[in-house]
């Protein structure tokens, strides 16, 4: 990501055993690294969480959602995307009212 885009990382609390995530976070699908992204409209973010329980955080900033998933698919793929019909339905909607 370009220099727009912040990145945070914590571990998750596993006494607790909830995520923190967004309230209205989605998920967006799986990359190559079996990681699970999740999309926030309402924060502009995309949370990461990888298989030991990393948690990335990216604000996306000026980006828009189709350059994350792009830049994702470019880096280490996408082995899901089957949960991002409502992305796909966004990216069209975009496209016809350009």
């Known amino acids: 990501?370009?220099?727009?885009?912040?990145?945070s990382e914590t571990t998750t609390d596993k006494t607790d055993g909830r995520l923190e995530?967004?309230?209205?976070?989605?998920?967006l699908g799986t990359d190559g690294t079996r990681a699970t992204h999740y999309y926030s409209?309402?924060?502009?973010q995309?949370?990461?969480v990888d298989t030991r329980d990393l948690v990335i955080r990216y604000?996306?900033?000026p980006q828009s959602l189709l350059a994350w998933v792009t830049l994702v698919a470019s880096t280490?793929?996408?082995?899901?995307?089957?949960?991002?019909?409502?992305?796909?339905?966004?990216?069209?909607?975009?496209?016809?009212?350009?």
């Open 21 to 27: 995530l967004p309230s209205d976070a989605t998920v």
């Open 76 to 98: 280490c793929g996408w082995r899901d995307l089957s949960h991002a019909e409502w992305f796909l339905e966004l990216l069209a909607e975009g496209l016809v009212g350009r």
């Open 41 to 44: 409209h309402e924060t502009n």
């Open 46 to 48: 995309v949370v990461i």
């Open 59 to 61: 604000d996306i900033g």
């Open 1 to 7: 990501m370009n220099a727009d885009t912040h990145r």
